[in-house]
């Protein structure tokens, strides 16, 4: 069975601070894509990145970084030096290159950055 | 291009009433999505089309629930006879059917929300 969680539900931080967003997932594929989404109030799933099975090398992108690791099935997504504007539900999603087409997606993180 | 455009944005209707909603892709994207979002949780995958060919279905996707892609461009998503459970963000996404890893994202619209009374 193929499945993302996000166990954290809520993080609130001061504007500034980094702030980490955990992801697992699971999925007996050898070959899938792992993206992170945001979701601001207006509703629309913003694409922000993504990464393939094959590649476990860890990228910065302005504040943006993450850190995959296929030996404990994490793609954890960090933000730096975090802004008001960051504050959004982040979702993490999953998405296989056979059997099936969807994407799957965690429940998400409520992010606060507060001024 | 401006992105995924989906109407109504809104839509409030009583229950056992039907509804039809619109999802325009990004032109050119031959692969369409529809997903469902409760508040609290993330999306749900309902459906997908590549051109106008439906490849897959949810169990989420009642017999209430139908969804077509004419020609292969824009899709329509109907609920018939709706239940207080169907309330719900309704979403739907589109990508290219390349096979580049940079183009396996899939872009979202802004959504129809719809309550049912």
């Known amino acids: 069975a193929q499945k993302v969680t996000q166990a954290q539900t809520e993080i609130s931080v001061v504007e500034k601070e980094d702030v980490t967003l955990d992801c697992v997932y699971e999925?007996?594929?050898?070959?899938?894509?792992l993206f992170w989404y945001k979701q601001p109030p207006s509703g629309e799933l913003v694409f922000l990145i993504r990464r393939n099975s094959f590649d476990e090398q860890n990228e910065i992108s302005g504040r943006y970084s993450w850190n995959f690791q296929k030996s404990t099935s994490s793609f954890n997504f960090t933000i730096t030096a975090s802004q008001v504007v960051d504050s959004a539900v982040y979702f993490c999603a999953l998405h296989l290159t056979s059997g099936t087409y969807k994407y799957i997606f965690g429940t998400g993180t409520r992010l606060k950055v507060l001024a | 291009d401006t992105g995924v455009s989906q109407n109504p944005r809104h839509k409030i209707t009583k229950r056992g009433q039907n509804v039809t909603f619109r999802c325009d892709p990004i032109s050119e994207h031959n692969r369409l999505y529809w997903y469902r979002q409760t508040l609290g949780q993330g999306p749900e995958f309902l459906t997908y089309f590549q051109n106008e060919a439906q490849l897959e279905k949810s169990r989420l996707l009642s017999d209430r629930f139908s969804a077509e892609r004419p020609k292969g461009s824009f899709s329509t998503l109907e609920i018939q006879r709706t239940e207080q459970g169907d309330s719900a963000m309704y979403l739907c996404a589109s990508r290219p059917d390349r096979s580049y890893v940079s183009d396996t994202e899939a872009f979202f619209g802004q959504g129809t929300r719809l309550t049912v009374v």
């Open positions: 999925t007996r594929d050898t070959t899938y894509y």
